[in-house]
Nanobody
Framework: QEAVEESGGGSVQAGGSLRLSCATSEFMYSNNCMAWFRQATGKEREGVARIYTGTGETLYAESVSGRFTISKDNTKNTLYLQMDSLKPEDTAMYYC????????????????????WGRGTQVTVSS
């Protein structure tokens, strides 16, 4: 069983919404960072949003700020990414990532800081 496992991708028209879920039993509590990344065809993987589990502090990429919301539900051991006002340029494979973090509320949104990755879920936004 994967340490983190995504679900909820799909196809939607521009302006629509999707909610991604990431199930995990290991990273929901203090001293962990959990994040969403995405990778479009032919492009490098990029950070979308992250949450520090100790305080719930969040950070977003500029491209999604104001449209996407990262959150977690400890009772369900699940991380979410609510995506609203979707654009065609949001089309990508979306990955959940997590790792322990003891550096305080500022945890990074870069791929090499995370060691647990899901297999990804595809999001396609049509114009």
């Amino acid at each position: 069983q994967e340490a983190v496992e995504e679900s909820g991708g799909g196809s939607v028209q521009a302006g629509g919404s999707l909610r991604l879920s990431c199930a995990t039993s290991e990273f929901m509590y203090s001293n962990n960072c959990m994040a969403w990344f995405r990778q479009a065809t032919g492009k490098e993987r990029e950070g979308v949003a992250r949450i520090y589990t100790g305080t719930g502090e969040t950070l977003y990429a500029e491209s999604v700020s104001g449209r996407f919301t990262i959150s977690k539900d400890n009772t369900k051991n699940t991380l979410y990414l609510q995506m609203d006002s979707l654009k065609p340029e949001d089309t990508a494979m979306y990955y959940c990532a997590a790792d322990s973090w003891y550096g305080g509320a500022w945890c990074p949104l870069v791929t090499n800081e995370y060691n647990s990755w899901g297999r990804g879920t595809q999001v396609t936004v049509s114009s």
